[in-house]
């Protein structure tokens, strides 16, 4: 293969929602640096974005301040959030908003030209077009892009993340990116967990499937700070199409009912603020209907009239078209019946819940010249598409002023070679003995044991000290196989790395749900050992590193810091 040697002041890992504004930021605040990104696929559709949205999920509407934001995303997390980081995303939230907009993005206003709430913190898009919208952006501020490049490794030289190896999917050649700063903004971690749709169907999920942990892996494997990979995102999605409820429950004002028609979110959660109850337990409540015999459950339409039916399936055109085609091949009509849903496997994403890099207010990892945006960042949930905006606008400003201060570093040849031996190691595998274990069968083999051991769908998502344990073990001989596993041709050679990397992921998730012995996230990560929520242990963050010579995982906790004053939000 031939090695490609790039030097670039900046390299963006990610050309997600978080990466191109993060490149845009940092070529119109430092137009004198040169800015590169990395992506696996094309930054013109890749990433959680790639199908569009129907709204901006995280804004501050009229009679809001980012103090209100905080306390909403501490009730809705439980009591437990970085409140630094949460604070600085909102008080950019108008920023990147109305930045977007001058691109071209369709914000539904009323007669007034005020934007059009939906819900509390949300306002209306025509947004099927979002991510070409900012990926253009993105290459109109001047930044290279490496299309189809998988990025393999960081290369880290005495402590300091100094550029990244990839690999080309298109001709096999290999990318070694010298870089003064890094930003990683490759998203979250799907296929974890078995999927709910199953064979041909199986990468029909919420979370972009293409996103495999690989930002989290690679500061995994160079011993970074992580957080909080135990509070996962399990959705309340609309049954078989997967797709998002929020366009619903909010759109329209539609209630949870189970099978007979108790609108029991109101009722049996009512000590912590009834349909206002935080997000995890939207998901624990459906569970335990269908788990005590009452479902199905269903979000109930039936109140809405033909003409909201059809302003309904025309916000899914935003971002979910087969959501209308599922609706028209099965004849449904949501105003007449309503609309069944069900919870998807567990994510590990840090956009929704928190889990990620542990990051200081500026984003700096606790690896020098690493900064991380986006979903890939932890304890900042309810980040959504403005917050990881956000993100990538201070990492930009961050990662800049370091750019500026430091020099490139001498990468040793060893470090290159060895990593390139491992990157391609699958493909002469093959070429050597074309017998091995096949990426698929491995990420089998992971997701079975995520599934039964772990909290998968399967138990209800409900874990114990005894089934962790046996994940732990089991997930343990998996490294030892990666020697094995073989690639014909360089797309399984990219899906060689996918499946190895969310075997590093889930390593750190077991630990980490190991480690806290409380049921704060009752849905997302419920023990039946620790039933409770333990404000007076647990009101901290769980944290871990693995040591990069050894692989053993330390476990530690950061204290929780509360800068916002005031009682947690109650809902209105």
Known sequence: MEQNIIETDILIIGGGTAGCLAAVEVRERFPNLSVTIMEKAHIDRSGCLAGGMNAINAYLNPGETPESFVKY????????????????????????????????????????????PRGRWNIKINGESLKPIIAKAAKNAGTKVLNWVVASNYLVVDGRVVGAVGFSVRNGNMFVVKAKATIIATGGAAGVYKPNNAHDAQH????????????????IR???????????????????????????????????????????MATKYAHIGGDGAPTPYRSHGPLQEIKEGRGPVYLDTRHITSQQARDLKSAFLDMYPSMVLYWAANEIDPSKEPVEVQTTEPYIVGGHTQSGYWVDVNRKTTLEGLYAAGDVAGGAPYKFVSGCWAEGVIAA???????QKNDFTEIPASLVHKEQDRAFAPLLSFTNKKDGI???????????IMEEYAGGAATYYEINEERLLVARRRLATLPDQFKHIIAEDLHELMKAHEVIDRVYVAQTLVEHMLYRKETRW???????????????KWLNFVNSRRDPDTG?????????????????YKPR
């Open 397 to 403: 400003k961050q990662a800049g002023e370091y750019a």
């Open 73 to 116: 995303v501490r009730f809705d997390s439980c009591g437990l959030i970085r409140e630094d980081l949460v604070l600085s995303m909102s008080e950019l939230f108008e920023y990147c908003v109305k930045k977007v907009e001058k691109w071209g993005l369709p914000i539904l206003c009323d007669e007034k030209g005020n934007y059009i």
């Open 552 to 568: 053993n995982i330390e476990m530690l906790t950061r204290p929780y810091v509360q800068i916002v004053p005031g009682d947690r």
């Open 438 to 448: 096949k990426a698929y069968d491995m990420e089998v083999r992971l997701q079975k």
């Open 204 to 219: 029909k999920t919420w979370y972009c499937p293409y996103n495999t942990g690989a930002g989290y892996a690679m500061g």
């Open 222 to 264: 160079a011993g970074a700070e992580m957080t909080s990979f135990e509070m996962r995102y399990i959705g309340l999605r609309v049954k078989d199409t997967i797709a998002p409820t929020g366009t619903i429950a909010l759109g329209v004002g539609a209630p949870q009912i189970n099978s007979k028609g108790e609108k029991f």
């Open 522 to 536: 009752p849905g997302y990560c419920t023990r039946t050992d620790y039933t409770e929520r333990d404000d007076e």
